[in-house]
């Protein structure tokens, strides 16, 4: 590992400054779960290394009725997974920070973390996308915020400024009658997602008012079904209706054959957790 000088600011603005300052020269440290495996493999060679736990900004996690959930970027995956509020109003969240590698991973990692890594398999960043969340950024230049869909730009890649940090996430109150399912296939119990899927749909009565599927590990970047998700909505829900809204979800996927998988079977898990994932949404709605 190369060396480099640490720093560990404890304010946001002190934080921004140093990045302002080095800009490319320096990497930014959350839980460090995939930055220091990757300074090690020398993939990242910083000069500087910018400690973000200390800084009390970046650990907001609080709800209200009219802002939503309030993530802040250093929140553990852990604490996601036992909050009683997640549980209860974004379940699918719960359920994908539950499965996000070890125990030790969870209570290392950060969500803020998972989200600027910027893998296409990011379990917790489905139902973010699926929830209509928006990522809050700062600089010195001052703030910005981005729907999550527009926050991706390819493997590893975000549309992060050189001096800029997401501060936190935002996702809005979900309407009455909304229920969310979140799905995954995995080859071992710790391993990435071959692919995951997330839909949350909501309900006035019996018809769809409003969905959202969210695809993962089948395209350079976490997807949004909207093809597949005109098939539900507006209509009333069937399980002939799930089943032709996968298959045009499968149409949508865009997966690669790698080491883990062929494109061929990616395509078919989109199918079947994509059913899996609107069936369980469906039947939470209908509480």
Same mark, same amino acid.
């Given at each position: &590992?190369?060396?480099?000088?640490? @720093? ?26 995939? =930055? ?21 900004? =970046?650990?907001?996690?609080? @709800? ?35 499965? $996000? ?27 973010? =996308? ?20 527009? @926050? @991706? ?40 997602? =071959?692919?995951?899927?997330?839909? $949350? ?5 019996? $018809? ?22 005109? $098939? ?36 078919? &898990? ?18």
């Amino acid at each position: &590992m190369k060396n480099f000088q640490y @720093f560990a600011p404890r304010s946001l603005e002190e934080a921004l400054s140093l990045l302002s300052r080095y800009r490319e020269q320096a990497k930014v440290l959350a839980g460090g779960t995939d =930055l220091f495996l990757r300074m090690r493999t020398r993939v990242f060679q910083p000069d500087y290394v910018i400690d973000l736990k200390r800084i009390p900004e =970046l650990q907001t996690f609080h @709800f209200d009725a009219e802002q939503g959930l309030v993530i802040g970027a250093l929140t553990l995956h852990a604490d996601l997974a036992k909050s009683d509020l997640v549980r209860e109003r974004y379940a699918p969240l719960a359920r994908a920070a539950q499965v $996000v590698g070890s125990y030790q991973t969870r209570n290392r990692g950060t969500i803020g973390g998972n989200i600027c890594n910027a893998s296409p398999a990011a379990d917790t960043v489905l139902p973010l =996308l699926a929830y209509g969340g928006k990522a809050r950024l700062a600089s010195m230049r001052g703030t910005r915020q981005v729907p999550l869909e527009e @926050f @991706f730009l390819g493997p590893g890649k975000t549309c992060l400024q050189p001096d800029e940090l997401l501060v936190e996430v935002q996702l809005p109150v979900p309407p009455p009658h909304t229920g969310g399912g979140f799905q995954r296939r995995t080859r071992s119990a710790m391993d990435i997602a =071959l692919v995951n899927a997330c839909t $949350v749909l909501t309900l006035d009565g019996e $018809v769809c008012t409003a969905v959202r599927i969210a695809l993962g590990a089948v395209a350079p970047t976490p997807l949004r079904a909207v093809r597949a998700e005109a $098939v539900l909505r507006g209509q009333v829900i069937t399980p002939t209706l799930i089943q032709e809204a996968s298959e045009v979800a499968r149409q949508e996927a865009r997966p690669i054959s790698d080491v883990r998988s062929s494109a061929e079977y990616r395509r078919e &898990m989109v199918r079947v957790l994509t059913y899996r994932a609107t069936q369980e949404a469906l039947e939470q709605a209908k509480r």
